[in-house]
């Protein structure tokens, strides 16, 4: 099944945000595969942002996800890339819908709490370079109810 790299933010950690996230990941009904918090180096923020290198606001966004520890998650499901971006709404949280996590969270661009891999290809890309040492596979005993 498809996976996602979905990460919570240092502003979503301090404003303690972590478990309203993880909930509504949880119970959409995506499975957990892999989580763990840690402090983000400038050349870690660099690689995974490496598409942006060339934008205005390149710097400020490393300085940023370099700014406090973010929790990494990796989230399985059918369809699961897609349906992730749409739980975590627009780019720009004033843009977002209610009822999404930047919609309900935050206001500003530079601290929209939370990330999400926008293709089922970057997703792979970002899941090897945060989780390099693999995701965990286990049975969900609650699979025949959430998948007919
Ligand atoms: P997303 O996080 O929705 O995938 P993105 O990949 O285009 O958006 O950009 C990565 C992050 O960079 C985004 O979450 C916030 C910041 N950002 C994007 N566009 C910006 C802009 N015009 N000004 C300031 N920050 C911006
Ligand atoms: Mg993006």
């Avoid at 930047?102 to 890309?125: F, M, T």
Wanted: some cysteine; overall charge negative; charged content about 25%.
């Amino acid at each position: 099944m498809e996976q996602t790299y979905i990460m919570i933010k240092p502003d979503g950690v301090q404003r303690g945000l972590v478990g309203a996230i993880i909930a509504r990941f949880e119970t959409k009904g995506f499975y957990l595969r892999g989580m763990k918090m840690m402090s983000v180096t400038k050349e870690h923020a660099e690689k995974h942002y490496a598409d942006l290198s060339s934008k205005p606001f390149f710097g400020d966004l490393v300085d940023y996800m370099c700014s406090g520890p973010v929790v990494c998650m990796v989230w399985e499901g059918k369809e699961v890339v897609k349906t992730g971006r749409k739980i975590i709404g627009a780019t720009n949280p004033l843009a977002s819908e209610p009822g999404t996590i930047r919609g309900d969270y935050c206001i500003e661009l530079g601290r929209n709490v939370i990330h999400g891999s926008d293709a089922v290809d970057s997703a792979k890309h970002e899941i090897g370079l945060w989780f390099p040492e693999g995701v965990s596979e286990y049975a969900h005993t609650a699979h025949a109810w959430i998948y007919e």
